[in-house]
């Protein structure tokens, strides 16, 4: 079963950048779609953004349109969040995953990810 391991969470000040990746353990990596959730405390855990396998199509939530963007680099089974202009409210546990069986759109439910990080923190205060 593939891996996926989060890096990149930090403590960083409002309006601050991030950037976090999403390293897999198989080559498959690329034959799936994949997507970054949030996930803060109290709340449900959310769609952030995410490709298909390809990354010609890419899915950015109305809440970080403009601020976040995704990319992949299957070569390296690596996908990645870009974050700037940060926001308190972007405080949260932040989680990528992996879609195996509708890899030719970025799905948006937890239920079609099929393979989760364990998630890395990311902590925007001053």
């Known amino acids: 079963q593939m891996r996926l391991v989060e890096s990149g969470g930090a403590l960083v000040r409002p309006e601050g950048s991030l950037i976090l990746s999403c390293a897999a353990s198989?080559?498959?990596?690329?034959?799936?779609?994949a997507g970054w959730f949030r996930q803060a405390p109290g709340s449900e855990r959310e769609f952030v953004a995410g490709?298909?396998?390809?990354?010609?199509?890419?899915s950015v939530a109305d809440s970080v349109k403009g601020r976040f963007s995704v990319a992949r680099d299957n070569n390296k089974n690596t996908m990645y969040l870009y974050m700037n202009n940060l926001k308190r409210e972007d405080t949260a546990t932040y989680f990528c995953?992996?879609?195996?069986?509708?890899?030719?759109?970025?799905?948006?439910?937890?239920?079609?990810?099929?393979?989760w990080g364990q998630g890395t923190q990311v902590t925007v205060s001053s």
């Open positions: 995953a992996t879609a195996a069986r509708n890899r030719n759109y970025v799905p948006k439910t937890q239920a079609e990810y099929d393979v």
């Open positions: 490709l298909s396998w390809s990354g010609a199509i890419t």
């Open positions: 198989a080559r498959t990596f690329g034959d799936n779609a």
